[in-house]
């Protein structure tokens, strides 16, 4: 059997500066370039952005069932542009299946085409505190040949670099990894350990994430406190704010497990936000509250959002996360794609199907470098002052495009300790 590899790898940094850069000026240049990467993201429909959010609470809901105390991230957008990839190969019952999964079932593929390319051009210096840079590429075994528009439909919207190698010869794998560690800023160099004798081609999307916060946190004001788990209390080195900062956040009070806090932390000119949302009553199970948020839909949470001075603090933590997604994505309905006969549109071969779709991801966040995730508990200030919010309990964090509501990375934090 003839097999397709899919590997997402995806590296996560958000740089904190001491200073807030936002506040200098810009060039002309730089806001060309602005204005150039906001037409594209006007031009991803709702319909992209609404089908990528219910992509990512399914994807997240599953995997927090089948891993309840483990910290999460994954990419929604990097599985979209993956799976899409492989879908201009699929055929038939196949295909249906694909697009229902990722919440395109209602668009043609030329359509799922323009739209992740529209998304991915507007990602492209979006943001000179932002870096996300998206790269796909595709090695083809140098004895297979798949079909001509295969491959002029992934250089076209997904601007994929082809490569045919011999999947023998052991340097591929050298070759492999090493496109992968130059797309990731070294950060993840050793995804492929081997090549299978059936392994007919590589379908590889890797990003790597780098943001500086609007508001800058105090390196000097780390202090060490208790975050809870559901396993104990850990000692963990927080981050926080001198004086409270203006963010938005928002606080519903109910009597059921709906009650919850969200937070807004933007990074840079605010194109992109960091979105974190915790359950209040620190009894509630953070997966249960998960399964709430898919069956409501993320924008239930984002609505009522106010500006608040606010004082926050955030666990240092650092992880990896590794994922092969074929369970997962069967249990959402994708089963042809790992059975042989539906790809006829890459090949006339009826033994290809999907095997690996492995999603590789490292996140660090610190006074200098992070990707945070915040949640827990809210207060106000016994004194009158600022509203504090520290993330002592686990939560959900989302990193967002607040210009066409696209989610970049989703995931949850367990335990700041965990790597």
């Known amino acids: 059997m003839k097999r397709i590899v899919l590997l997402m790898i995806i ?7 001491c200073d807030s850069s936002t506040e200098n000026k810009i060039s002309s240049e730089l806001k060309e370039k602005y204005l150039m990467a906001d037409s594209h993201a006007k031009n ?3 319909e992209i952005s609404e089908a990528n959010s219910r992509f990512a609470l399914k994807l997240l809901e599953k995997l927090s069932i ?6 999460i991230v994954i990419s929604p957008i990097s599985l979209s542009i993956a799976l899409a990839m492989a879908a201009n190969g699929a055929s038939d019952e196949n295909l249906s299946e694909m697009l229902d999964v990722m919440e395109f079932s209602n668009m043609e593929m030329t359509i799922v085409n323009s739209q992740i390319n529209e998304l991915t051009q507007s990602l492209v210096s979006a943001d000179r505190d932002v870096t996300l840079d998206i ?11 798949p079909k001509e528009p295969f491959r002029n439909n992934l250089a076209d919207y997904y601007n994929t670099e082809p490569f045919s190698e011999n999947f023998d010869a052991p340097e591929t794998i050298n070759k492999i990894n090493a496109w992968i560690s130059e797309k990731t800023n070294g950060k993840i160099n050793d995804i492929v350990e081997t090549i299978g004798v059936n392994i007919s081609m590589f379908l590889i999307n890797a990003a790597y994430f780098n943001a500086k916060w609007t508001t800058a946190f105090d390196k000097g004001e780390t202090y060490k406190s208790t975050f809870y788990t559901d396993s104990g209390e850990k000692s963990v080195d927080f981050i926080t704010f001198k004086e409270g900062q203006d963010l938005e956040i928002n606080t519903v009070l109910s009597n059921t497990e709906e009650s919850y806090t969200i937070l807004k932390l933007p990074y840079g000119r605010a194109a992109f936000s960091f979105y974190a949302i915790t359950p209040i009553e620190t009894e509630t199970n953070l997966d249960d509250f998960i399964v709430n948020m898919k069956e409501k839909g993320l924008n239930s949470y984002f609505k009522g959002l106010y500006e608040e001075e606010i004082k926050v ?26 059975e042989p006969g539906g790809f006829l549109n890459l090949s006339d071969d009826k033994a290809i199907f999907l095997s690996e779709i492995v999603n590789s991801t490292f996140i660090e966040v610190n006074e200098s470098g992070t990707e945070a ?47």
């Open 313 to 338: 603090s955030l666990p240092k933590f650092k992880f990896k996360y590794k994922k092969d997604f074929p369970e997962i994505l069967k249990e959402l309905g994708m089963t042809k794609a790992f």
């Open 44 to 46: 991803v429909s709702s």
């Open 66 to 71: 089948a891993e309840p105390d483990k910290n």
């Open 11 to 17: 590296f996560l940094f958000i740089f904190i500066s």
């Open 135 to 145: 790269a796909n590429s595709i090695w083809i075994r140098d004895t297979f040949s």
């Open 373 to 419: 995730a915040t949640s827990t508990s809210s207060s106000t200030n016994a004194k009158g002052g600022a509203l504090e919010v520290k993330f002592d309990h686990p939560f959900v964090f989302i990193i967002h495009d607040d210009r066409n509501g696209s989610i970049l990375f989703i995931g949850k934090v367990e335990d700041p300790t965990a790597e």
